[in-house]
């Protein structure tokens, strides 16, 4: 082959291969920008669980008073007056946290009532007190109407006996259902002499004996009235008194655990004192929606540490 013909070669393979690559890199460089506008057109899609980009905008936190936080006062205003109703069995806790709170901040005043649970909410609703106590959750219809209920401490219902009683061994949760829905009547079945069982009972209004209800009785019934004796007041005293030899009757443990002349029934060999004792339920404060500069304050206390010092004292 001539030198010539291998130079019209070479020059051929060379125009052959820039076309081939300059097509290439046309190719390329369309689709790249084609993927690109395509890319920018849609709309970016997070994983799930995964951080969202800094192009988001997160919702802002909850002020304090919508999260159910109160934060502990350093002054209030002098002539503030905050007025509590409730639950009976929040007297002592109630009086603790007055005492503390208006030697804290001079000038301030607390009044405070024991009419039941029920009867502080609805006086909540009205406007004709400033917080709740209950010792009992809120009903959806109650948060509805702008009822927000912060826990303030947890409370034994204990089980108890006079003094006077020979029984002195603990009861199963079997046994004190069975005691208070009619089926053991009498001492001797507990190993304890001959004796007939008084059952002392709180009135039917009793936000105690409707929580002693749902924990000891899982909702039933008690028994039939040949074995009970229902009060017509609701308050600690007149139960004690009552209980005499063969009685038997329950009562919220802070009431009871100073008293001279009852002792407290373990159960499940569980006293009130232990973190395990079976009949245990929530005590709370409840206020309405939007809370005043002095509800604010009282309930900031309550859950300060100098408030839930007094609570536990309590």
């Known amino acids: 082959m001539s030198q ?7 020059i051929s393979s060379l125009l052959i291969t ?3 690559l300059g097509s290439g890199y046309w190719w390329f460089s369309y689709q790249s920008k084609e993927d690109i506008q395509q890319n920018l057109s849609k709309k970016p899609i997070y994983p799930k669980n995964q951080p969202i980009t800094s192009g988001d905008l997160l919702s802002p936190p909850p002020s304090p008073t919508d999260s159910g936080t109160f934060f502990p006062p350093t002054t209030v205003t002098p002539g503030t007056l905050i007025k509590i109703d409730g639950a009976t069995s929040m007297v002592l806790l109630n009086q603790a946290l007055k005492n503390g709170f208006e030697q804290q901040f001079p000038g301030t005043q607390v009044i405070t009532g024991a009419k039941g649970s029920d009867n502080g909410l609805k006086a909540l ?3 004709d007190i400033d917080i709740a106590a209950t010792s009992r959750p809120l009903t959806s219809n109650e948060k509805n109407q702008g009822l927000v209920a912060l826990p303030m401490a947890k409370e034994a219902i204990a089980i108890v006996v006079s003094l006077q009683n020979p029984f002195r061994k603990g009861l199963t949760e079997a046994q004190v259902r069975d005691i208070f829905q009619g089926k053991i009547t009498n001492w001797s079945a507990l190993g304890r002499s001959p004796g007939k069982i008084h059952v002392v009972n709180r009135p039917s209004a009793s936000d105690t004996r409707q929580i002693f209800k749902e924990l000891v009785l899982n909702g039933e019934n008690f028994g039939d009235s040949s074995h009970i004796i229902t009060l017509s007041k609701d308050a600690t005293t007149p139960i004690l008194d ?8 329950y009562a919220s443990y802070a009431h009871v655990a100073d008293q001279q002349t009852v002792r407290t029934v373990p159960i499940n060999d569980q006293t009130p004192e232990s973190v395990n004792y079976p009949y245990q339920r929530s005590l709370y404060y409840v206020y309405k929606q939007p809370p005043s500069d002095g509800v604010q304050a009282f309930l900031g206390y309550a859950a300060s540490p100098s408030g839930q010092q007094l609570i536990s004292n309590d």
């Open 4 to 10: 010539k013909d291998e130079a019209t070669i070479m």
């Open 242 to 249: 009552a209980l005499k030899r063969d009685g038997i009757g």
């Open 125 to 127: 609703l009205k406007n």
């Open 18 to 20: 820039t076309a081939i």
